[in-house]
């Protein structure tokens, strides 16, 4: 490819020009001694580009992660790309539906969407906008914070503490993996079925838990831990008849406040009490 050249430069020799094809083939350039470790990047269909550019979402449109058009590189992002979805002048969200996505970091002051698919990010993630989980799977294994949380279905897990300042909803889907789940604003825990705490999460809880409906906390899957904190409450007047909060452990330092008048059970549940005059 020779677009861009300097007709001024005189005579050029020994340079050949290569097709578009050839210019979005690896081995063309890892063959000339290209690193592509350290250096370089490279997706099928792309021109190589330089490492250490961010991927910015270009669009103030909602859209799907998964089109090419919408990242300022050219291409969706790959494992090495930090991702930044700014504040572009008009609310949008950006959705993960279908495909296996990945980003090295990603900052977003938009909401990010996760319908489908699954969405894996290895470094930090600070999601200022928000994030919402209806499907599929996000995996976040470095640091995350999160200004709000909305989970209906899917699955969140990885090794990375997750820390949500603002409101929690919870009506669905499953938590899992490792780390701290850590929880300091209004939580809304109403599931009509189950929500589903696994893995070795344990989940710190500073602000207040609203536990209502039919359905229940599930803990049955690895050994996942509830730490009401000093100072936090949960109120919990679900209307289920069987059971509140299924396996697992609850140590509660705080406010526990049965505020239902169904006879659910705690069941199977390692249930500590700390607190002085804490639990109703």
């Keep these: 490819k020779t677009v861009g050249i300097d007709a001024n430069l005189g005579t050029l020799t020994n340079v050949i020009g290569l097709t578009t094809v ?86 977003a002051s938009e909401p990010v969407s996760v319908t489908g698919g699954s969405l ?14 209806s499907g599929g799977t996000l995996t976040l ?10 989970l209906t279905s899917g699955t969140i897990q990885g090794a990375g503490d997750i820390s949500a300042a603002g409101a929690f909803n919870w009506s669905g889907g499953t938590i899992t993996g490792g780390g701290n789940l850590n929880t300091s604003g209004t939580t809304t825990l ?55 909060i299924n396996s697992g452990t609850f140590n509660n330092a705080g406010i526990f406040n049965k505020t239902g008048t169904n006879t659910a059970q705690i069941s199977g549940t390692v249930f500590n009490n700390t607190a002085t005059g804490g639990s109703n």
Excluded: C, K
């Design 22 to 107: 050839q210019m979005q083939t690896q081995t063309n350039f890892t063959s000339a001694g290209w690193d592509f470790t350290n250096t370089w990047n490279f997706q099928s269909g792309n021109y190589p580009w330089l490492r250490g550019f961010s991927n910015n979402w270009n669009s103030a449109l909602s859209g799907d992660w998964a089109n090419v058009a919408n990242w300022t590189l050219g291409h969706i992002p790959v494992a090495s790309d930090s991702v930044v979805i700014g504040n572009l002048g008009s609310a949008y969200t950006v959705t993960v539906s279908t495909g296996s996505q990945v980003a090295s970091s990603l900052a």
């Design 190 to 244: 109403n599931p009509t079925s189950s929500a589903t705490l696994a893995g070795t999460r344990v989940w710190n809880n500073s602000g207040i838990v609203n536990q209502s409906l039919a359905g229940y906390l599930l803990m049955n899957s690895g050994t996942p831990v509830v730490n009401n904190l000093s100072g936090a409450t949960w109120n919990e007047g679900g209307t289920g008849g069987s059971y509140v």
């Design 141 to 150: 294994n470095g640091t995350s914070t999160l200004s709000t949380l909305n």
């Design 120 to 133: 894996s990010v290895s470094g930090t993630a600070a999601l200022n906008g928000g994030l919402n989980i």
